[in-house]
């Protein structure tokens, strides 16, 4: 056997990797450049807030225990501020983490999982690595109000007897893209109690005004709903991995079968906990992203440049030769992010930062 790789399963052969943003060293290495703005893997430009950072110095004495398992002290005050049980919470390593262990446990051979085109790229990876078939319906058309964004129709008529997940990412990553709030309790309310809905939150902050939903509501109405949260965005802990499911409390169990006994870390935890109490960091984060969305969009738009509607901390503008524009950017010691992975090879999709970086972005790309 001259390749020992090629004896994993086929439905591992056969997946394509997860492509991650440039990071910044990686570009420092390449260019030598000193002054480098990573706007591509929808970050808080902001980074953790004080309260958090202080705990996570504290807890790093900590770090030769194993972590509190049950991340017991995290969950009792997501319960707290969500309104829901702590049996209803599982924590992961990221939500990804979580994307993963919901397929582990609800998907197999012989089994389905519907996901749009276009939508976020760990549900393919999640899906197929089980031995699941995924099945993508087209996405709206880009001419369409929502360009690119989850045609729930489609959804709903792709759902078989074989389905058990459908995952919906609203907004969606990379697109930004998002269904109202009625459309999604409407798909939900028709969809049969044999499949789970996994309903991905991790821009749920950033969405206010926008008419989407707050997932966490309908819980008690729909068992069959699991809503996926992220402390790696608004919350700006992207590095230290901590994301959280809402479901049923029977969900949740099976969650906790597959889960890892210790998927997150002792400095993640305290991050987490703190992090929840600094409300004040949280909501000019967000403030400062939500405005910039409009300023950067109206700026792109005067320039030319299409921009799809976004509810998150990110653009996704459409470029033509994307490629040689994120090389352009790359030269300037900018990094965006290209999406010709999800086959969306004319657009690039570009992380909101801070007001001076994004007038850094707009300066370059309207040279
Ligand atoms: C839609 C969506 N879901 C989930 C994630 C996973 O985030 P994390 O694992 O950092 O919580 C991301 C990250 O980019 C995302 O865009």
Same mark, same amino acid.
């Given at each position: 056997m001259k390749n020992p790789g090629d004896l994993a399963l086929d439905c591992v052969r056969t997946l394509a990797p997860y492509v991650p943003g440039k990071p910044i060293e990686e570009l420092q290495r390449e260019l030598g450049l000193e002054d480098i703005i990573k706007l591509?893997?929808?970050?808080? !430009?902001? &980074?953790?807030?004080?309260? $958090?950072? %202080?705990?996570?110095?504290?807890?790093?004495?900590?770090?030769?225990?194993?972590?509190d398992g049950s991340g017991h002290v995290l969950k009792q005050k997501l319960a707290a501020k969500l309104g829901v049980d702590s049996t209803q919470i599982t924590l992961g390593n990221g939500s990804n983490d979580l994307l993963v262990m919901l397929a582990e446990a609800f998907l197999g051979p012989g089994l389905e999982a519907v996901y749009?085109?276009?939508?976020?790229?760990?549900?393919?990876?999640?899906?197929?690595?089980?031995?699941?078939?995924?099945?993508?319906?087209?996405?709206?058309?880009?001419?369409?109000?929502? !360009?690119? &964004?989850?045609?729930?129709? $489609?959804? %709903?008529?792709?759902?078989?007897p074989r389905t058990r997940v459908v995952f919906i990412a609203n907004p969606n990553n990379p697109t930004g893209t998002w269904v109202p709030a009625a459309d999604l309790h409407a798909f939900i309310a028709a969809t049969p109690a044999h499949v789970l809905i996994a309903l991905d939150e991790a821009y749920f902050e950033y969405t206010e005004g926008l008419g989407l939903q707050d997932g966490i509501n309908w819980l008690r109405e729909f068992p069959n709903l699991v809503v996926f949260r992220t402390f790696s965005k608004a919350y700006g802990l992207a590095g230290v991995r901590v994301g959280y499911a809402v479901s049923h409390p029977s969900v949740a169990g099976m969650l906790n079968r597959v889960r890892q006994a210790f998927n997150v870390s002792v400095i993640g935890l305290a991050g987490a906990s703190a992090a929840l109490d600094d409300t004040h960091h949280l909501a000019s984060a967000v403030k400062v992203a939500v405005t910039e969305r409009?300023?950067?969009?109206?700026?792109?738009?005067?320039?030319?440049t299409r921009v799809?509607?976004?509810?998150?901390?990110?653009?996704?503008?459409?470029?033509?030769?994307?490629?040689?524009?994120?090389?352009?950017?790359?030269?300037?010691?900018?990094?965006?992010?290209?999406?010709?992975?999800?086959?969306?090879?004319?657009?690039?999709?570009?992380?909101?930062?801070t007001v001076d970086q994004n007038d850094r972005f707009l300066k370059a790309w309207e040279a």
């Open positions: 591509a893997s929808n970050e808080n !430009p902001f &980074g953790a807030s004080k309260g $958090a950072l %202080a705990a996570m110095q504290r807890a790093v004495a900590d770090t030769w225990l194993y972590p749009s085109q276009y939508a976020f790229a760990v549900y393919p990876i999640a899906v197929q690595a089980t031995g699941a078939k995924g099945v993508v319906t087209p996405a709206l058309a880009p001419d369409s109000p929502m !360009p690119l &964004g989850h045609d729930l129709n $489609a959804m %709903a008529r792709a759902i078989t409009a300023r950067v969009t109206a700026r792109l738009e005067k320039a030319g799809l509607p976004s509810a998150g901390n990110f653009l996704m503008v459409h470029v033509g030769e994307a490629q040689k524009r994120f090389e352009a950017l790359l030269r300037r010691g900018i990094i965006v992010r290209p999406v010709g992975n999800y086959g969306l090879p004319e657009h690039l999709r570009v992380t909101l930062g």
